[in-house]
């Protein structure tokens, strides 16, 4: 469905003004197949820190804390909804055209970083569980 220049902008005002899945996963580290990550840009010092639930390799739970610019801030809303009940291996797979096929080409292409914070980052946060579990089993 495709949608005017006013309606996305609207769409991204509103998940930056009211961000789904907004919070914490308290004790995330000691809570099983649990993570929180940081991210962020280095250039901006823009932020988002996401805590992810997986349980058998799909997404249970997701949550968010950033700073940031609308795009950073809304994507990472976006992306929080759109990964709960999805595979590890199908959002290892999502590349910069899954937020080009929400945001816009204009959006994405002028400010990529912003972006794709959110995806990134629930990568990296990923990655740290799956090292994580690495650790665990070599520890036993
Ligand atoms: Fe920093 Fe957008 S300007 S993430």
Redesign the pocket.
């Known amino acids: 469905m495709a949608i005017d220049k006013q309606e996305l902008m609207d769409f991204i005002l509103d998940h930056y003004e009211n961000p789904r899945n907004s919070g914490t996963i308290s004790d995330a580290d000691k809570v099983q197949n649990s993570v929180c990550q940081n991210g962020g840009?280095p250039g901006?010092g823009?932020i988002v820190t996401i805590c992810l639930n997986v349980e058998n390799g799909i997404v249970k739970d997701i949550k968010f804390e950033g700073e940031?610019?609308i795009?950073?801030q809304a994507g990472t809303s976006i992306i929080s909804e759109k990964i709960i009940g999805k595979s590890i291996e199908d959002i290892i797979g999502m590349g910069p055209e899954t937020m080009t096929d929400i945001l816009g080409e204009e959006l994405c292409l002028s400010?990529p970083?912003?972006a794709t914070?959110g995806l990134q980052t629930v990568k990296l946060a990923i990655n740290e569980m799956k090292r994580n579990e690495l650790k665990e089993e070599a520890a036993k």
């Open positions: 840009n901006c823009d940031g610019c795009v950073s400010r970083k912003c914070l």
